[in-house]
């Protein structure tokens, strides 16, 4: 399928290079000040051990989660590119404003308006992607995108600790305010995607009925639903890491190469689930990882009780880093599958499900973080719960589109 109309532009592989630098935006406004945290527990008074400064990442995901349900139907009328511009100006100004408010109650409304801003180019670049691209070839295609995206996570927070290091903490968010700024000059050579025919009226009667479309057919919400608790898990993982490895463990000042070396092997794993989606299928795939997370999950679950809830360091972590790629690759996969049946919404259903799969996600992530006792107990049992979850509903969602 190919880009339908309109100007020359961008097409081939600086396409996709421009979808994976869209994409990455969502990640650069995360992991780019999680080494600022122990700055920020100074600057506005809280406790060394304090979760509460979790809230820049928290109040960032429910702008992701309610950002789409601006962009997927208006782009769904009016195309993508006027709502990718949209998105991305937010983006800048949330950040900028973040970097120059002094109180918190500012911080926090700011970064709600970042995140807001970063469900632009989150939500419009897979509905690019979904215009041009069907099938396991979207799914191999995503798989790619998602294991250059992971270059973010590997190099944002040692990029922050830098700026940290040179400049005052808040640099960690004007640093996004500029790249914001580029990409949108960088944007100007995108492509309309969306087919002049498959425009439809934005009536909120229309985006009603496109959503109960989405939200009835039986593996487009099950997929959903997993989505939301693998993200889950990724949220937990994100909002505890750091307190974890510096509480439990004693290795706080390590924290950016321990994330580092995890979002290595998280991009490694998208790179190969790339290539194991070519060989067994999209959905053979998924079945087939669902049951073994649940099981790497459990394996984990099983460390974190020894040693009377403080285990072996290394342990933990060699379980650890088997649990988190599997719910990482599963995502993109799972997201290819639920959108399959959607070409005609793809707007509204990528907005629903980035909707449902964030807010729900990041809701259940940050109360698993918020448990936290001194052990690592907390953390395991929640990601065990949340990946057996997605198991379950990835088998059943899924049970009737096997391959022959």
Same mark, same amino acid.
């Given at each position: ?8 532009? #961008? ?16 990640? @650069? ?7 600022? !945290? ?7 008074? +809280? ?14 995901? @429910?702008?992701l ?7 997927g ?11 990718? +511009? ?17 109180p ?5 409304? #700011? ?11 989150r ?23 998602? $294991? ?19 400049f ?6 004007? +640093?996004p ?14 492509p ?38 693998? !993200? ?22 390590? +924290?950016?190469?321990?994330?580092g ?23 053979s ?7 073994v ?6 394996? @984990? ?5 020894t040693?009377? #809830? ?9 379980a ?9 690759? =599963? ?15 793809a ?6 499900? &980035? ?6 996600? &990041? =809701?259940?992530?940050?109360?698993? $973080? ?22 379950? =509903? ?5 049970? $009737?589109?096997?391959?022959?």
């Open positions: 399928m190919t880009a339908p109309h309109q100007r020359p532009s #961008a097409s081939g592989r600086e396409f996709i290079v421009l979808m994976t630098a869209l994409m990455a935006t969502t990640a @650069l406004g995360i992991d780019l000040m999680l080494p600022a !945290f122990p700055d920020m527990r100074a600057e506005f008074g +809280f406790p060394s051990d304090s979760t509460t400064v979790t809230w820049v990442i928290t109040v960032y995901f @429910l702008g989660a309610i950002g789409p349900w601006l962009y139907p208006a782009s769904d009328r009016f195309g993508r590119r006027r709502l990718l +511009f949209a998105g991305l100006g937010l983006y800048s100004v949330g950040s900028f404003v973040a970097s120059i408010s002094p918190w109650p500012l911080v926090i409304a #700011a970064r709600f308006l970042w995140g807001l801003g970063a469900a632009g180019p939500s419009l670049s897979l509905a690019m992607i979904r215009d041009r691209y069907e099938g396991d070839a979207m799914a191999r295609l995503m798989s790619m995108i998602m $294991a250059v995206f992971m270059l973010v996570p590997i190099v944002a927070p040692a990029i922050g600790a830098g700026l940290i290091a040179v005052p903490w808040r640099a960690v968010f004007w +640093f305010s500029i790249i914001g700024v580029l990409l949108m000059l960088w944007a100007r050579r995108a309309e995607t969306l087919h002049p025919e498959r425009q439809r009226p934005f009536t909120w009667r229309s985006v009603a009925t496109a959503g109960k479309e989405v939200a009835t057919h039986r593996t487009t919400m099950a997929l959903t639903i997993a989505m939301t608790l693998l !993200f889950a898990v990724m949220t937990t993982y994100l909002s505890g890491s750091e307190v974890i490895l510096g509480d439990v463990f004693g290795y706080g000042k390590w +924290f950016p190469l321990f994330f070396a995890i979002a290595v092997l998280l991009a490694l794993n998208s790179l190969n689930n790339a290539r194991l989606v070519q060989r067994v299928g999209a959905v795939l998924v079945r087939r990882l669902a049951l997370g649940t099981c790497t999950a459990t394996l @984990l679950a099983i460390v974190s009780f040693g009377s #809830a403080h285990p072996n360091f290394w342990l933990f972590t060699a650890l880093c088997l649990v988190i790629p599997i719910a990482q690759g =599963l995502t993109p996969t799972c997201n290819t599958i639920a959108m399959t049946p959607m070409p005609h919404v707007g509204t259903a990528s907005a629903l499900i &980035s909707t449902v799969t964030t807010a729900g996600g &990041s =809701l259940l992530g940050g109360i698993a $973080a918020s448990q936290f006792n001194g052990t690592v107990c907390p953390f395991s049992i929640f990601v065990l719960a949340f990946i057996a979850g997605a198991a379950v =509903l990835i088998l059943w969602g899924t049970a $009737a589109r096997q391959p022959t």
